[in-house]
């Protein structure tokens, strides 16, 4: 099975081939650099993106909140449900954890702006 995408690893944005078998890629063509590579294989086998949002604040106001690494591509949505109902008592820092280990994922959502 052959796949298309757009490598989003870099602002080059190159166009991708990726040879798919048994949910893996055996070729990558089309990259410019090895981000693209990398990018493709994982695509492919575990995609996964940040999630950025904002969560209430006691106060509330909204504040900008952000996961510390990327989580699982099919968790986004039990992710933003999570932060959806989560209120943090003000004042916050950047990097201070508004939701630890987020629906199991090991992955903590952080606040992205000082606030309070």
Known sequence: ???NMICIGCPM???LTVEVENGQAVS?????CGIGKKYA???VSAPTRMVTSTVMSDSGKPVPVKTRTAVPKEKIFDVMKCIKNTT???P???GDIAVADVCGTGVDVVVAKDAG
């Open 92 to 94: 916050v820092k950047i």
């Open 1 to 3: 099975m052959t796949r």
């Open 88 to 90: 943090v008592k003000l």
């Open 41 to 43: 294989e994982s695509e």
């Open 13 to 15: 944005g190159c166009e």
């Open 28 to 32: 990558v063509s089309g990259n410019t």
